[in-house]
């Protein structure tokens, strides 16, 4: 029946069916807080057995950045291996090199880097802390890399160049 009595429209009919649908959508649990929801999507920190051998991450990493600074690479290439804050340090730090490289007059030159040595350590379960030395055609460098698995993958939450 509709409002005042009789026989309800087909709209009405239709606007008494939607009320009742909301009622049942609202009887799903909810995340109330924001403790709850950083429990479901937060980064969801993983143990080493549950991650793949971090050396291919490295090997890519430690030559990535120092390419990514030479201004040889993009830093998007990188993307999915680095945590956000090291994301941005990286590309300040590849802006301010391209900055001091224009005013000097000099090109981006592509180097050809091998790996002399990998020294790495764990200090607790699901952190790699590690030591890159490359070997450049004039120099030779060191990375220093921390990788965290996170979100079933290793990302670098820590990285130098020396």
Known sequence: MGKYG??????????????HAKQ???????????????DYFG????????LPNPEASLQVLAT????????????DQLARLL????????SRRAIEARQ???????K???????????????????VIESVVLLNAQRRT??????LEGINNRWRATSVSVL
């Open 100 to 106: 001091l490289r224009d005013a000097a007059g000099q």
């Open 6 to 19: 009789g026989i309800m429209s087909s709209k009405e009919n239709q606007e008494g069916k939607d009320t």
């Open 43 to 50: 980064p969801q920190y993983n143990k080493t057995s549950e």
């Open 83 to 90: 945590s956000d804050e090291v994301y941005q340090r990286l």
């Open 64 to 75: 990535g950045v120092v390419e990514v600074i030479a201004g040889t690479r993009q830093i």
């Open 24 to 38: 049942k959508k609202s009887d799903k649990p909810r995340i109330k807080n924001l403790v709850q929801a950083d």
């Open 108 to 126: 981006a030159h592509y180097q050809t880097f091998s790996i002399r040595n990998m020294m790495s350590t764990s200090p607790r379960d699901g």
């Open 141 to 146: 460098r060191a990375v220093t890399i921390r």
